[in-house]
């Protein structure tokens, strides 16, 4: 079967560092994606890995394990506008997206 | 980077009638379209796959006669929402499928109250 799992919520304050992990189990995998949705607002795009390894952009960095069935999006100098949810999901052998119910980010001064 | 648009942003409607949500893909081409429902604090479900030109596979649990999806043309794709009701308000979002089969382009939502 397929499945996708990461933390409701977090806390972290300004100008730190919070790491929000997403594990997921399918037979089936084409890629690992991370998106950002602040509260009314559709889901942005913020990473994809496909491959092993960590992939950085600005603040932001995302890694995946495949073997493991793990990924993880690093925020580094967070800004109170990175207050949102952040959405995991994994792309199947049909090239559907599964997400994961997403992790509520707040941020505090 | 590629841009997609949905009209309405907000809809209110009473009950028992019909709403129409468009999705439009401004500056590519998209051969599929995803209707995905958002109820509040929840994740993203999605309702249906369209294809262009073809008819849209439903998820398990959407009602196909009630949530009418058409897809006309490779940067078009409406969901009517018919005889609608309370239980139907929810946010409705879109995307579309550029050439590559990972990327996936969505639309800024539509807010359907149904009162």
């Known amino acids: 079967g397929q499945n996708i799992d990461q933390p409701t919520e977090m806390t972290a304050t300004e100008g730190a560092i919070v790491q929000i992990n997403c594990t997921y189990q399918t037979s089936g995998f084409n890629g690992l994606f991370w998106y950002q949705q602040h509260a009314g607002e559709a889901p942005t795009f913020l990473s994809y890995?496909?491959l092993d390894g960590l992939e950085e952009k600005g603040r932001f960095s995302s890694f995946l394990s495949r073997s493991k069935g793990y990924s993880y999006l690093l925020l580094k100098e967070l800004q109170m506008k990175d207050s949102a949810s952040y959405l995991c999901?994994?792309?199947?052998?049909?090239?559907?997206?599964?997400w994961g119910a997403g992790t509520k980010l707040i941020i505090k001064p | 980077g590629a841009v997609v648009s949905q009209h309405p942003s907000r809809v209110i409607c009473k009950s028992g009638t019909s709403v129409k949500i468009e999705c439009r893909s401004l500056d590519f081409q998209a051969t599929t379209m995803f209707w995905y429902r958002q109820f509040p604090k929840q994740s993203l479900m999605l309702m249906a796959t369209s294809n262009e030109g073809s008819k849209a596979t439903y998820e398990q649990g959407v009602e196909k006669d009630k949530f009418l999806i058409n897809h006309a043309s490779l940067t078009l794709s409406t969901l009517t929402v018919t005889s609608a009701h309370p239980e139907d308000s929810s946010f409705y979002i879109c995307?579309?499928?550029?050439?590559?089969?990972?990327?996936?382009?969505f639309g800024p939502g539509t807010r359907l109250t149904v009162l």
């Open positions: 995307s579309a499928r550029g050439d590559r089969e990972y990327e996936q382009f």
């Open positions: 890995n496909v």
């Open positions: 999901a994994f792309m199947d052998s049909n090239y559907q997206l599964i």
